[in-house]
């Protein structure tokens, strides 16, 4: 059994339904249950990834359908104009962007587990470190994992430790574990799908290690340590060596999601 089989073994449960089968063009969509969530995803896309680990988070029934974003079906433009992922139907409605998504079922279920703090400034702060902290680093994680280039470990970091240090101080401020407080919210779920690709840059630049010296980030490292011990986080957790392939494969346009199972 591969490593994502066993990954997924773990996670076909009667409250989380979840295909292995990335479907594309010429497939038909599978019949909703009433009543159901359903979230469209992709499973090494962290938007997609932000939304499923908000509904395991918070518990919440669903199940998934997976989509060839390299042979998209032709069913699936009904549902999202641009043919992307991640999307949600609830009862009828579709919601897409995995910000939009996740804030909606928080939202709608605010007595399950509920990821932003009770206090309207506080949930608008979180709200405000989400939309003005995360872009730069994670489009910056992203420029130097799918460059053409080759980096060099000082550029990429030369690059990417000045966009995280706003994340490094906002932690800081908060004295806390998590973003949430003693327990993960909503700006760690939406946060981590990127921390989780971060695990990948040795690999991917051909060291060891990255070397950080003790005061580069150091509470982002000890905070991505305690994430990785979170249970909704272990249960959804892609392994180092799938994202390299991932990235790789992608890069080398020979990428085939469903070939990730064997």
């Known amino acids: 059994m591969s490593v994502i089989r066993k990954l997924l ?8 339904i979840m295909s292995e089968k990335h479907l594309s063009a010429g497939s038909v969509e599978p019949p909703k249950v009433d009543g159901l969530l359903r979230v469209y995803s992709l499973i090494v ?3 997609a990834k932000r939304v499923r680990l908000v509904l395991k988070a918070k518990n919440l029934p669903h199940d998934i359908v997976n989509i060839n974003l390299q042979d998209k079906p032709e069913w699936y433009f009904k549902i999202h104009p641009k043919g992307q992922v991640p999307a949600l ?3 009828g409605k579709v919601i897409i962007e995995s910000l939009d998504i996740a804030d909606y079922l928080d939202e709608k279920y605010p007595t399950q587990s509920p990821l932003y703090p009770k206090d309207p400034a506080a949930k608008k702060r979180d709200q405000e470190v989400i939309k003005n902290l995360f872009p730069e680093p994670t489009s910056l994680l992203s420029k130097v994992q ?3 280039e080759t980096y060099s470990v000082d550029a990429a970091l030369d690059l990417l430790l000045p966009a995280a240090q706003p994340l490094e101080d906002e932690l ?4 806390t574990r998590f973003f949430g407080g003693e327990k993960p919210g909503m700006i760690d779920f939406m946060l981590w799908p990127w921390a989780e690709r971060a695990q990948a840059l040795p690999g991917l630049l051909a060291v060891d290690s ?3 010296k003790d005061d580069q980030i150091p509470k982002l490292r000890k905070w991505a340590r305690t994430m990785i ?3 909704t986080i272990k249960e959804l957790h892609i392994p180092v060596s799938i994202t390299i392939k991932v ?3 992608r890069k080398a346009n020979r990428l085939d999601y469903d070939k990730l199972f064997e």
């Open 45 to 47: 896309c962290p938007f």
């Open 146 to 148: 799918y460059s053409s």
């Open 9 to 16: 073994s773990g996670i076909f449960t009667k409250r989380n």
């Open 229 to 231: 011990e979170v249970p």
């Open 172 to 175: 800081a401020k908060r004295g």
């Open 247 to 249: 990235i790789e494969d």
């Open 210 to 212: 990255l070397n950080l």
């Open 89 to 91: 139907f609830d009862n």
